[in-house]
């Protein structure tokens, strides 16, 4: 069979999904909104080959074994299913972000393996069905099927989970100047602070109030009012940050570093520069801000102690079929 390319891109949450209802189907406690950026991506090629007797993955030019080959597999074998076919696959992919900057790359991988391998094995998916496919790999990877500013609803169930977009990329002209403050990979994958979720005293409150931000976040999007965004996104992250403080064990991600950044960031927005962060399961810090003044954010974030670099994302599109390489 003929292999096919994929695209996709990463993505950060402003309401961000921290905990699941359903583990295994990766149903998550509340729904989320994200924005796609542009110009990182992983690009992965799928093709299924009747010779091969198992899978194989090779990431930026290393075989990979073990637990990731295991959660490829295990996205292959559902698309294997739908297709009725049983060949074993090669995969390749590559990130144009650097490794270990802690960005997540599982939302864009999974994504482009979910739409790379469904067309290489001749099925013609719906956005909605490549979403709840992608959600399966890593929960954000749903959010990086659709383009522009994107919502994944919780849902109850396979079929009502999935996520779709809510304004185009070119909708509104903002930026993610991510402050890269640690290399390193993080102690705690997102897989198992999701499992523990539940055990912070917090979560059942953070979870109760999503749809109010949610619906604030939605509205602030539609309405390009920067202001509202910036005070929903940073209490999102701070409420999803004060759950994993407060679980068993206890998740620390913020570093001091990580603390000085968004120190900066809320004294410059008291002095009526627009700006404002928000914090994965690590120590980076993205800093949002309208596109125009991405370079004078992203330069001062340079002369913040302990800022290593600077990335600096616009929104980005759909995950797309590209010309193989
Ligand atoms: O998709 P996962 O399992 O890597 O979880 C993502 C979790 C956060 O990045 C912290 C929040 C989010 O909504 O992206």
């Given at each position: 069979?003929?292999?096919?390319?994929?695209?996709?891109?990463?993505?950060?949450?402003?309401?961000?999904y921290w905990g699941n209802r359903?583990d295994?189907?990766r149903?998550p406690s509340?729904?989320?909104?994200?924005?796609?950026?542009?110009?990182?991506?992983?690009?992965?090629?799928?093709?299924?080959?009747?010779?091969?007797?198992?899978?194989?993955?090779?990431?930026?030019?290393?075989?990979?074994?073990?637990?990731?080959?295991?959660?490829?597999?295990?996205?292959?074998?559902?698309?294997?299913?739908?297709?009725?076919?049983?060949?074993?696959?090669?995969?390749?992919?590559?990130?144009?972000?650097?490794?270990?900057?802690?960005?997540?790359?599982?939302?864009?991988?999974?994504?482009?393996?979910?739409?790379?391998?469904?067309?290489?094995?001749?099925?013609?998916?719906?956005?909605?069905?490549?979403?709840?496919?992608?959600?399966?790999?890593s929960g954000?990877?749903?959010?990086?099927?659709?383009?522009?500013?994107?919502?994944?609803?919780?849902?109850?169930?396979?079929?009502?989970?999935?996520?779709?977009?809510?304004?185009?990329?070119?909708?509104?002209?903002?930026?993610?100047?991510?402050?890269?403050?640690?290399?390193?990979?993080?102690?705690?994958g997102s897989t198992e602070g999701h499992a523990i979720a539940e055990?912070?005293?917090?979560?059942?409150?953070?979870?109760?109030?999503?749809?109010?931000?949610?619906?604030?976040?939605?509205?602030?999007?539609?309405?390009?009012?920067?202001?509202?965004?910036?005070?929903?996104?940073?209490?999102?992250?701070?409420?999803?940050?004060?759950?994993?403080?407060?679980s068993?064990?206890?998740?620390?991600?913020?570093?001091?570093?990580?603390?000085?950044?968004?120190?900066?960031?809320?004294?410059?927005?008291?002095?009526?520069?627009?700006?404002?962060?928000?914090?994965?399961a690590?120590?980076?810090?993205?800093?949002?801000?309208?596109?125009?003044?991405?370079?004078?954010?992203?330069?001062?974030?340079?002369?913040?102690?302990?800022?290593?670099?600077?990335?600096?994302?616009?929104?980005?599109?759909?995950?797309?079929?590209?010309?193989?390489?």
């Amino acid at each position: 069979m003929e292999p096919v390319t994929a695209l996709a891109h990463p993505n950060i949450a402003f309401i961000k999904y921290w905990g699941n209802r359903d583990d295994e189907l990766r149903l998550p406690s509340n729904g989320s909104l994200s924005m796609n950026l542009d110009g990182l991506f992983t690009r992965t090629t799928v093709s299924f080959q009747p010779s091969l007797p198992l899978d194989e993955l090779i990431i930026n030019g290393h075989e990979i074994t073990g637990p990731a080959l295991e959660r490829v597999s295990f996205m292959l074998d559902l698309v294997r299913g739908a297709a009725k076919m049983n060949q074993r696959a090669e995969v390749i992919s590559e990130n144009n972000f650097p490794a270990g900057a802690g960005i997540a790359s599982s939302a864009s991988a999974f994504a482009a393996l979910a739409l790379a391998a469904t067309r290489a094995a001749g099925l013609d998916w719906s956005e909605r069905e490549l979403s709840r496919l992608a959600r399966r790999g890593s929960g954000s990877a749903c959010r990086s099927i659709p383009g522009g500013f994107v919502e994944w609803q919780a849902g109850t169930s396979d079929e009502d989970s999935f996520a779709f977009s809510i304004a185009p990329a070119d909708h509104w002209a903002l930026a993610d100047c991510i402050a890269i403050v640690s290399a390193a990979h993080k102690k705690t994958g997102s897989t198992e602070g999701h499992a523990i979720a539940e055990t912070s005293p917090l979560q059942a409150a953070r979870v109760a109030d999503a749809p109010r931000r949610l619906d604030l976040c939605r509205a602030a999007i539609l309405n390009r009012d920067f202001d509202s965004l910036a005070s929903i996104v940073e209490l999102d992250s701070d409420m999803m940050h004060a759950v994993m403080m407060t679980s068993s064990p206890a998740l620390h991600y913020w570093q001091s570093a990580s603390i000085a950044v968004m120190e900066s960031v809320r004294s410059w927005r008291r002095d009526g520069t627009p700006a404002c962060y928000t914090v994965d399961a690590g120590a980076n810090v993205h800093v949002l801000c309208p596109e125009n003044d991405a370079q004078e954010i992203a330069s001062r974030l340079r002369e913040i102690d302990g800022v290593k670099d600077v990335l600096t994302a616009r929104v980005g599109g759909p995950a797309e079929i590209v010309e193989n390489s």
